[in-house]
C-alpha cells in the first residue's frame, strides 16, 4: 500500500516542530503503481548520444527519453538523428556512424597517384607524372567531411621544351627599388599545331609548334620536330615450299616470324625467329627439304605415323597389275599429279596377293610383309580393287570399289580438316596449278 498526502501540514514560521506531530490529512488506497518500461542504453560506434527525460538526467533510457545522435568528425550518421524510447522497451530506430568517403580519383593519362588511406576521410593522395610530362594542378589532395577533395584535379601535359621563348605582357622598371626591370608574365591563351600531348606517334618525322599570346596581344612561339625511327631487321622470305608468318610490321623490333612447310616438306632450322635489339634476326635461316619416307620400318603403324599431320594417302589396291580398273585408274592420276601435291596426297600402290605382292611409294617398295600388314590393318580386300582417301589425322574419310575420278577426288578432299587453311595459304603465295 502507498501513503499519499492530500493536503499539506502548515507550521508557523520560525517553529521547530516533530514531524510526528505534524497532522495531514491522509487516504490510505490499497494500489501499486505499474512498472516504468526502461530501453537498453545506446551505445553509438564512432559517435555519441546526447538524452533528456522528464524524470532527470540519472534516467536516460526510460519511457519517453529522447537521444539526439551525433557521429565524430570524419564519420557521417546513417538513420534518425532522434531515437525515443517507446512502450514496447524498444527505441524508435537504429543509426550507425559509417567513416566519410570521397569519390574514387581519376587516373591521369601519363601518371598516377598515391594515397595514404584510400579514398576516405582525412587521406590525403599526392599525384605524379611518367618522365618527360609536366603536372598541371594541385600535386596533393586531402578528403574533406563534405566528401570533395582539396584542390583541383591534376594533369600531366607536355611542357613546351623552350621556356626562354615565354612572352612578358609589360614590364615596369622599379628604379626606387632594383637596380634591374621587373617582369610581369601574364599568359592569356595557347595555341598547339600538331598532335595533343600524349600522343602515340607514328613512323616519321613530327612537326609541334606552340604559339602563345598575352594580354597585351605580344606573341611567341616555339617548334620543335619529334623523330619516330623503328628499329628494323629487314625483311624475311618464306622458304621454298614453305609460308612465314609475321607479327606487327614483319620486321620491327620484338615482331616474331614463324615458318612451315607445305605438305611433303620438312623444316630445317628454327620454326621461329625474333628481330632483336641489335637488328639481327634470333635462330637460323629455315628451308624446307623433301619429305624422305622410310620404309624399311618393322609394322604398318609405323609407316602410317611417317604422314601423320603432314600427307594425305590415297591407297590404291589391285589383285593384280592387269586389273583394267587399276589401269585406269593410274590413268587417270598421273596427269594430275599437280593437283595431288597441292593437296598434299601420297599415292600408295599395293599390288598382287601375298606372298607375291609388292607395296610402291613413288618409285620406294615396301617389302611384302609391310604390304601386307597394311592390308590387313586398313581392312583392304585382297581379291578385288578398291580405293581408299585419308585424311592428315589418319582417318579413313572415304573408300571406292571402282575408279573415282580426280575431280571427284578432289572436291572431297577440299572439305578435309586443315584443307581450307592451306588453301588460304596457297592464295596469298600464288600457289596453283596452270
Same mark, same amino acid.
Given at each position: ?14 517553529? =521547530? ?41 540519472? =534516467? ?41 568517403r570521397c569519390p574514387t580519383l581519376s587516373m591521369p593519362t601519363n ?196 604422314? =601423320? ?29 599437280c593437283g595431288l601435291d597441292l593437296r598434299h596426297v601420297t599415292v ?57 575420278t580426280p575431280a571427284q577426288l578432289f572436291a572431297l578432299i577440299d ?20
Amino acid at each position: 500500500d502507498t501513503v499519499i498526502c492530500l493536503a499539506p501540514c502548515w507550521i508557523r514560521p520560525g517553529t =521547530y516542530i516533530s514531524a510526528l506531530k505534524c497532522v495531514c490529512s491522509v487516504f490510505v488506497f490499497p494500489f501499486s503503481l505499474p512498472e516504468t518500461p526502461w530501453c537498453s542504453p545506446i551505445k553509438v560506434k564512432h559517435g555519441n548520444a546526447n538524452c533528456r527525460t522528464p524524470q532527470g538526467e540519472y =534516467y536516460k533510457n526510460v519511457l519517453g527519453t529522447r537521444c539526439d545522435i551525433r557521429c565524430q568528425k570524419g564519420y557521417e550518421l546513417h538513420g534518425p538523428q532522434q531515437l525515443i524510447c517507446q512502450s514496447n522497451k524498444r527505441w524508435s530506430g537504429k543509426v550507425l556512424c559509417k567513416q566519410i568517403r570521397c569519390p574514387t580519383l581519376s587516373m591521369p593519362t601519363n601518371g598516377g597517384f598515391k594515397c595514404i588511406d584510400g579514398a576516405y576521410f582525412n587521406s590525403r593522395c599526392e599525384y605524379y607524372c611518367s618522365p618527360g610530362y609536366q603536372l598541371k594542378g594541385d600535386r596533393t589532395v586531402t578528403c574533406m567531411d563534405n566528401k570533395v577533395w582539396s584542390g583541383r584535379p591534376a594533369s600531366c601535359v607536355v611542357p613546351c621544351p623552350s621556356p626562354e621563348l615565354l612572352i612578358f605582357s609589360y614590364w615596369t622598371n622599379l628604379n626606387l627599388i632594383s637596380e634591374h626591370p621587373v617582369y610581369f608574365i601574364s599568359f592569356f591563351s595557347v595555341i598547339l599545331k600538331g598532335p595533343s600531348p600524349g600522343s602515340h606517334f607514328s613512323e616519321g618525322d613530327h612537326k609541334i609548334q606552340y604559339t602563345v599570346y598575352d594580354r597585351a596581344e605580344n606573341k611567341g612561339t616555339c617548334k620543335f620536330l619529334v623523330k619516330v625511327r623503328v628499329r628494323r631487321c629487314g625483311k624475311l622470305n618464306a622458304p621454298e615450299n614453305g609460308y612465314i608468318k609475321c607479327t606487327g610490321d614483319g620486321d620491327n623490333y620484338g615482331v616474331t616470324c614463324e615458318f612451315s612447310c607445305i605438305g611433303g616438306y620438312e623444316l630445317q632450322g628454327s620454326p621461329a625467329r625474333v628481330c632483336q635489339y641489335n637488328l639481327g634476326w634470333s635462330g637460323t635461316e629455315p628451308t624446307c627439304t623433301p619429305m624422305n619416307i622410310n620404309v624399311a620400318v618393322r609394322t604398318a603403324a609405323a609407316l602410317l605415323d611417317q604422314f =601423320y599431320e603432314k600427307r594425305r594417302l590415297l591407297i590404291v589396291s589391285t589383285p593384280t597389275a592387269a586389273n583394267f580398273f587399276y589401269r585406269l585408274q593410274l590413268g587417270m592420276l598421273q596427269p594430275e599429279q599437280c593437283g595431288l601435291d597441292l593437296r598434299h596426297v601420297t599415292v600408295i600402290e599395293l599390288v598382287g596377293v601375298f606372298p607375291a605382292q609388292i607395296g610402291r611409294i613413288g618409285v620406294k617398295l615396301l617389302p611384302p610383309a609391310l604390304a601386307l600388314q597394311l592390308r590387313l590393318l586398313l581392312r583392304i580386300p585382297h581379291y578385288n580393287f578398291s580405293v581408299v582417301v585419308m585424311d592428315k589425322h589418319g582417318m579413313d574419310k572415304e573408300r571406292y570399289s571402282f575408279p573415282p575420278t580426280p575431280a571427284q577426288l578432289f572436291a572431297l578432299i577440299d572439305t578435309f580438316p586443315l584443307r581450307k587453311e592451306e588453301m588460304k595459304l596457297q592464295a596469298e603465295t600464288g600457289q596453283s596449278c596452270t
